[in-house]
């Protein structure tokens, strides 16, 4: 016993840091034993990041010297990028063998996002029966529901009882490695309801399963997106969720577990496309690959810089009459920008939380105009007042406030309204509102500030 | 079994929007048969979301109609801010009542928000046993796994067979509703194996508990951060695991449906905290509430504008001289302002998936230097050429592209090396590391692009 208490500690958090010099001292000197002594104490997820923390030339030895141990699930536990490449370096033979190991959803993921060629390569040299039920996930579109499912599940018509049930899980070999329901199905295979595990547990013997209590069945069909899927695990509490084709059979079965990579993936996304990083760049990419990725995004926004320089240079002469405008513009600008991202970032946030829907649309926006109207008026009169004592002109001070109110007015509007407008003509929100935002606010702040002291000051 | 084909449908999406209306309206007509007759078809997670999108007048008197059908987890389906609107309209005396008919990890979370005040009040009203039994969870830290645990959990000793065990769990009344997993527990209650039910299930009666094939046993220890507990799941693909307390004695389970909620929360807390809302701002907040919670970071933002705008007035000279400076300068800052946020929201996102740990440290931050230099050199070029035709100035446009390479090596520089060193010191890098990222990208931006026009051009 006192062993596995040990076990437990040594489970608990990160795997010890120490390992990894130990591993590559031990690559580096091609000490074999050693490395596999070490992994073979580790769960396939820590593999995986010990692989994505090693340099490439490193990979290369490390996984020569733990191919005979490799558990197949280090390749679903991967990113993209370490994967394509921890395939590459196991070659197409090896990898077709040991994916029909893996349950289906994991092999799913492992080949969904290889390159068309290499995904038919590995295909084809996979046996007849296990290829079939992948194509049968991968003729799902990406991201669906379809994609997540497992292939593996119990079902059993409505008329057996609690006994004949328990007597078959024991007796049937090809049942799932682990399942937390069972579905009664009808004749025609459609599910009529999820029986917990549990459930069946505490139950008689001679009870029938279509007597027992049976939770709500929130059955998902297989075109879902994975998003809204793991919305319906949220919503219900689900641990796990049976899958349906569009005739409404039963095809397979969704847990938990792949909800919390989904959730983790999803909310990944809408940072990273936030924050102005658009492909699927991981930070053990290469410097090569990252620039690339972030090249285009840069461009986008360089355009939008030389936008709002061109408002600048429209007002060359008033800028050259009084310089105080080319020190406080970019004030105006800021302000502006920071309180746009603010309500775009809780607008993008909540539609994919799904708590901004066209239900609340105008309340939500009527409030935000509120919101900009208060903090815009404080802060007009804070940096107002400033600008009037820093170059002791009270008439700049005006201008200053005014463009300041005019700037965050029309941030806080945009903020909520560009995010919608891209939502309903069917962009991700993430992924372009920041850009527009920006451009708006930059353009916005220059030309009411610069204009209004064209206007009233020189 | 046609019916429970539509109720299947039913179930799918977000509920029906035209539900809500029809609501509101029998809100209005004050009918309640018609309100409890849709509310009893819905599950409390769409009840939750109908109390949130109702106005804070129809609150009232939705809550008076449905309070006798009142399911107590609608309450912890509830938003923070709309929890403690509707707690005090329902009253602490009904809510200490339908508290304990709540599992207690839920219960937990709706009491562990509460005001203080509050939150004693109702605690003394709950009856001693239900009492204590949330007192054990409240003791543990905000945050850790102690508030995420649930007390139902079923332990058994190590020489029970298959057989007992479910003779047990059929004779045994106080059991969780739900549960995944059995614990075996050594005499000191310490968890020796868990066996997942589909294991238990599928063995012959007359095994016993200690002989079956465990997996993988991952204790969680009460008081670890709910992060690093989330981690654990997506590590283990866990459904469910036990908490132990200090002396590793079993006393919760953790599973998987409340770790969705923890990474659907903490996800959403960088991505606000990235954009700018630091309080714990909802969509459904009122108009007054959400500009407080904005202000202080705008007030924030006002400072860094002004240190950026005194850079400029050190060049108030060379800008009368060279209006062109003051239209180029706002597209250095900028440019700079988003290398630098796409490398910070990798190094934001990666520390909290662990992807960036110390061991990787150095290598991550040759890379974004590398990165920061080609995208500066190719930018600066670009840039360079467009500053010399647009004003027809070589030399204007040589200080532009040095300016630009400049500051997007510094905003690369900055945009890892801010938020581990701000992980380092303990502060959240999602929450600080942007303010003082765009200080340093505008004051480089400004200041090398105005100092070598100053020095060199004029």
Known sequence: MDKDVTNIKKTQNQFDPSLISEIMNSVDTNNRISVIKIIEELPPADIADIIQ?????????????????????????????????????????????????????????????????????????IPKRDREELQLSLNYPDDSAGRLMSLDFVATPPDWDVG???????????????????????????????????????????????NLKSDHLVAIPAEMDKELVAHQFERFDLVSAPVIDEGGRLIGVITADDIVDVIQEEAGEDIKFLGGVVGDENITDSALRTSRGRFTWLLINLFT????????????????????????????????????????TIAVRSISTRELVPLNYRRIINKEILVSFYNGVFFAIIVGILGAIWFENNPLGIVLAIAMTLNMLVAGLSGILIPLGLYKIGVDPALASSVFLTTVTDVVGFFSFLGLATWLLV
């Open 164 to 210: 004949r049930t328990i007597d078959f899980l024991r007796d049937e070999k090809d049942l799932p490695n682990e399942f937390y329901e069972i579905y009664i199905v009808g004749p025609t295979f459609k599910p009529i309801a999820a029986l917990s595990l549990s459930n069946i547990l505490r139950s008689e013997r001679t009870n029938k399963l279509e």
């Open 53 to 125: 923390l090693l340099r490439s030339s490193e990979r290369k030895s490390f996984l020569d010297i733990i191919k005979d141990h490799f558990d197949p699930e280090i390749l679903s536990d991967l990113e993209e990028g370490a994967r394509e490449e921890v395939i590459n370096l196991l070659g197409h033979n090896f990898v077709a063998e040991i994916l029909p190991k893996l349950e289906t959803d994991d092999a799913v993921h492992v080949i969904e996002d290889l390159k068309e060629d290499d995904k038919n390569i590995i295909l084809n040299k």
């Open 305 to 344: 810089a030389i936008i709002a320089s061109t408002v600048i240079a429209l007002f060359d002469g008033t800028i050259e009459e009084m310089v105080a405008l080319a020190i406080l513009m970019p004030i105006v600008a800021s302000m502006g920008g920071n309180a746009g991202t603010q309500t775009l």
